[in-house]
């Protein structure tokens, strides 16, 4: 069996500093950010909801079942952690007929903030941002200044945007799918579950182009060849890819030992897409509260707060969350 290794380089270089992760959901929040307000008008019913403790996918099989509809007609912009406490929009195709009483979904672990119709059902990437408040408990360092003094380089100049570790699965599990998909010939009826795994596969080739530009001290620079005016690694799929040159080469030469994935993605029917290799968190700040550290930021749809997180302490949990 293949081993996947996960444990991407870091920019900023050795960690100094350890601290307890996700010890409670309350740990780790993050608030969903549509970017705009729904229109009050529409076939579609946008739920704003908060859960604890709850996934995405359970969540929208819940408001599914409340509304009698099938839980394909159930959007939202992506999957939230399980082990956090998270706002989070989803739509509900309704053109007609009587709503149900949204406020019936309302439980311990989750409650309805509102519900307004819009036009547009919710998919993937559909949300501007998330804002995070996360809580790292038992903080332990030899030198609180450097952690300090790395948070502030971290906030200023970004970090490697790497796909985090709950794309992948627990213990790299999805990889393995793919791996049975993309090579061996697997298939899978459930169409959905099927894309997860080829978006693991893609994800985890970009952050192999994505280490070794780290390796290489260049993950920040636009080598020549460059597409744009920032610099970017391959979303793997079908298509001549549109970098030339050193990057080019550059590429080539990491996805080398990744041809059979690459041609499997092609033949998946994936389109070759451009993903930047610098995420600069918005907003960035911190503040200790006795022994516990509290980092507060905003990403972008599609970036990772554990890609923040990966620069700055080792992380002790016991709780591994599937994307």
């Given at each position: 069996?293949?081993?996947?290794?996960?444990?991407?380089?870091?920019?900023?270089?050795?960690?100094?500093?350890?601290?307890?992760?996700?010890?409670?959901?309350?740990?780790?929040?993050?608030?969903?950010?549509?970017?705009?307000?729904?229109?009050?008008?529409?076939?579609h019913v946008f739920l704003h909801i908060l859960k604890r403790g709850e996934n995405t996918a359970w969540v929208a099989e819940k408001i599914a079942a409340l509304a009698g509809v099938n839980v394909n007609d159930v959007g939202y912009c992506g999957r939230k952690?399980?082990?956090?406490?998270?706002?989070?929009?989803?739509?509900?195709?309704?053109?007609?007929?009587?709503?149900?009483?949204?406020?019936?979904?309302?439980?311990?672990?989750?409650?309805?903030?509102?519900?307004?119709?819009?036009?547009?059902?919710?998919?993937?990437?559909?949300?501007?941002?998330?804002?995070?408040?996360?809580?790292?408990?038992?903080?332990?360092?030899?030198?609180?200044?450097?952690?300090?003094?790395?948070?502030?380089?971290?906030?200023?100049?970004?970090?490697?945007?790497?796909?985090?570790?709950?794309?992948?699965?627990?213990?790299?599990?999805?990889?393995?799918?793919?791996?049975?998909?993309?090579?061996?010939?697997?298939?899978?009826?459930?169409?959905?579950?099927?894309?997860?795994?080829?978006?693991?596969?893609?994800?985890?080739?970009?952050?192999?182009?994505?280490?070794?530009r780290v390796t290489a001290g260049n993950w920040a620079q636009c080598l020549d060849g460059e597409v744009g005016d920032f610099s970017s690694g391959p979303l793997w799929g079908r298509g001549r890819p549109p970098v030339t040159g050193e990057l080019a080469t550059?590429?080539?030469?990491?996805?080398?030992?990744?041809?059979?994935?690459?041609?499997?993605?092609?033949?998946?029917?994936?389109?070759?897409?451009?993903?930047?290799?610098?995420?600069?968190?918005?907003?960035?700040?911190?503040?200790?509260?006795?022994?516990?550290?509290?980092?507060?930021?905003?990403?972008?749809?599609?970036?990772?707060?554990?890609?923040?997180?990966?620069?700055?302490?080792?992380?002790?949990?016991?709780?591994?969350?599937?994307?």
């Open positions: 069996m293949i081993e996947f290794n996960l444990n991407f380089p870091r920019a900023y270089g050795e960690l100094t500093a350890t601290a307890i992760f996700r010890e409670q959901p309350e740990d780790f929040q993050v608030d969903e950010d549509l970017g705009f307000s729904p229109s009050g008008a529409g076939e952690d399980r082990h956090a406490v998270t706002t989070q929009w989803f739509s509900v195709y309704l053109p007609k007929g009587i709503e149900p009483a949204w406020g019936d979904i309302s439980s311990d672990s989750i409650k309805l903030l509102s519900a307004s119709r819009h036009q547009q059902k919710l998919r993937r990437g559909d949300h501007q941002q998330n804002h995070f408040v996360i809580c790292l408990r038992d903080v332990s360092t030899t030198n609180r200044e450097a952690l300090e003094q790395k948070i502030a380089k971290v906030f200023s100049l970004g970090v490697p945007n790497y796909f985090g570790e709950q794309r992948f699965g627990r213990n790299g599990n999805n990889l393995h799918e793919a791996q049975a998909i993309l090579v061996d010939g697997k298939r899978y009826r459930d169409k959905q579950k099927r894309g997860l795994m080829l978006s693991a596969a893609r994800s985890f080739l970009f952050n192999q182009v994505l280490a070794a550059f590429e080539q030469k990491v996805l080398a030992p990744w041809q059979e994935w690459c041609n499997g993605m092609e033949h998946a029917g994936l389109s070759q897409e451009r993903r930047a290799l610098q995420l600069i968190p918005d907003n960035g700040s911190f503040y200790w509260k006795e022994n516990s550290l509290y980092l507060s930021f905003s990403l972008d749809a599609g970036e990772f707060a554990t890609a923040v997180l990966h620069e700055l302490l080792v992380l002790q949990t016991t709780a591994v969350v599937p994307e």
